[in-house]
């Protein structure tokens, strides 16, 4: 976009973004769909698959086709299903929002904080309620990966990601020495987060932040993220007018939560200001000073596209289970494009997005890594693979099974509660995939004795029924 950078990025971890154009014209993957319909590009994506906790995971999304007036609020319960989510409960905080905001200001003046700028800053602000439909959308949710990555990976992004890597090539030369980050990935998070900042979002970040610490469920978390914006304009790093985003608060071309900027953003060129807006320098130093105290690895590639055999054990395919690349291929992996693991020594985990219909891939570190800026597998498998397309990489070698239709959210949502019913499933049930209703599937497969890869057909759903 965002899911916001949750952790961090917890942010609701930058959740998502693709968004109103890709929602229309893509429409298959969703990772972050909803943010998309503010107008942002990066909002559609934002929310794609899980939110771990992080940046509100938004991921680009796409400008709204003929867009004129922002959407006010549908007046509907969230999708949540969350008490703060219900209409009643939105309106009676939208009308104690003013109250709301006054008593964030001892909070501001511990930040240093002058109480004239908090009253300047917030003066006027009013909830912007269309982000309550938009937090609970998850468009990630309701896409195929396949679609998602049709949708940010295509040759029109790299042709444009190779201009900016040819026009910025000191700056990236500088940053590379710097921090150690691969200049392809830093690119590659530029193109998808904003089309090269051709799509940053246009909504108010302290209007967003403020919205979002008063109203909804997320309230604890965006306050944080309001009074760090409130922090950047007193400081003058940014001037109001560039504090523009998605609708979780994420701005810029790399789209920095509020926290995340305080956190990583850097004066890259000296100037006295950290503007990762407008100013190139410090936009790229900042976004690999980000990857480079998540714990980027110099010199290893995020992961690899295997072969995975056929008859395969898909309960090793866990983020928790990580071996060398040599075991690995004594479990029988192979690259997909045949060539040898350079370093057989290093460890990766399995993830098989699409089961064992689709290609697996042996994920290192530096995948870890960039899930730490947006905690959404699609979106982080989407980086890596486009950070290859740019620096001249070919597309990912075996096919998707695309003939399988992508569940509803009821029908996700059915699954949660009878894999519930069975005793395999200890969460909330929600709609939402992550890995614990992906082990408690495969648990269930290797019940009845089908490939346990955990990925989630209307076959298998209808074998959780009874059918």
């Not at 319909?37 to 991921?59: E, H, Y």
């Not at 969230?78 to 703060?84: R, T, V, W």
């Not at 104690?96 to 109480?115: H, K, M, Q, Y």
């Not at 620096?391 to 699954?415: H, I, K, T, Y």
Request: aromatic fraction near 10%.
């Amino acid at each position: 976009m965002t899911t916001t950078r949750m952790s961090r990025r917890q942010q609701i971890a930058r959740r998502t973004r693709l968004a109103a154009m890709i929602v229309g014209t893509a429409l298959a993957v969703s990772p972050a769909a909803v943010q998309a319909q503010s107008g942002n590009p990066l909002n559609f994506l934002d929310n794609i698959f899980n939110n771990s906790g992080q940046r509100p995971a938004q991921a680009p999304s796409a400008p709204t086709p003929g867009s004129s007036a922002p959407q006010p609020w549908s007046g509907e319960d969230g999708a949540s299903g969350h008490p703060l989510m219900t209409a009643a409960a939105i309106r009676e905080a939208a009308a104690n929002f003013d109250n709301c905001i006054a008593g964030l200001w001892p909070d501001a003046a511990r930040r240093g904080i002058s109480e004239q700028n908090y009253r300047d800053i917030t003066a006027g602000l009013t909830p912007d309620l269309r982000l309550m439909d938009l937090m609970d959308s998850q468009p990630e949710f309701t896409k195929a990966i396949w679609d998602y990555l049709d949708i940010l990976v295509n040759d029109n992004r790299a042709a444009k990601g190779r201009e900016v890597l040819a026009q910025y090539k000191t700056i990236f030369d500088a940053a590379e020495r710097a921090y150690g980050v691969d200049r392809y990935i830093v690119a590659s998070i530029w193109g998808i987060e904003s089309n090269y900042s051709t799509m940053i979002g246009d909504r108010d970040v302290v209007r967003s932040t403020a919205t979002l610490a008063c109203v909804g469920r997320r309230q604890a978390y965006f306050k944080d993220e309001f009074l760090t914006a409130v922090e950047i304009l007193h400081r003058g790093d940014l001037r109001r007018e560039q504090l523009k985003g998605s609708w979780a608060g994420a701005f810029g071309p790399t789209q920095f939560m509020p926290t995340a900027f305080k956190r990583f953003a850097v004066d890259g060129d000296g100037d006295g200001r950290r503007d990762v807006v407008d100013n190139p320098t410090d936009l790229i130093f900042s976004t690999a000073n980000n990857l480079k105290k998540d714990g980027w690895q110099s010199g290893q590639p995020w992961g690899y596209e295997v072969v995975v055999p056929q008859g395969f054990n898909y309960m090793q395919a866990d983020r928790a289970k990580m071996l060398t690349l040599a075991q690995w291929e004594q479990m029988g992996l192979k690259r997909a494009n045949g060539q040898p693991f350079p370093r057989g020594s290093e460890k990766a985990y399995l993830l098989a997005p699409a089961g064992a219909q689709g290609p697996g891939f042996l994920m290192m570190q530096n995948f870890r890594v960039i899930m730490k800026y947006n905690p959404a597998e699609a979106y982080a498998l989407a980086i890596g693979h486009f950070a290859d397309r740019l620096r001249g990489g070919p597309p990912f070698v075996q096919p998707w099974p695309r003939q399988e239709r992508v569940l509803s959210r009821a029908e996700r949502l059915e699954l949660q509660q009878l894999l519930v019913q069975r005793g395999l499933y200890k969460g909330t049930p929600d709609g939402q995939f992550g890995s614990m209703t992906r082990e408690a599937l495969r648990n269930f497969q290797a019940s009845i004795g089908a490939p346990a890869d955990g990925f989630a057909t209307s076959e298998v759903l209808d074998r959780l029924r009874g059918r």
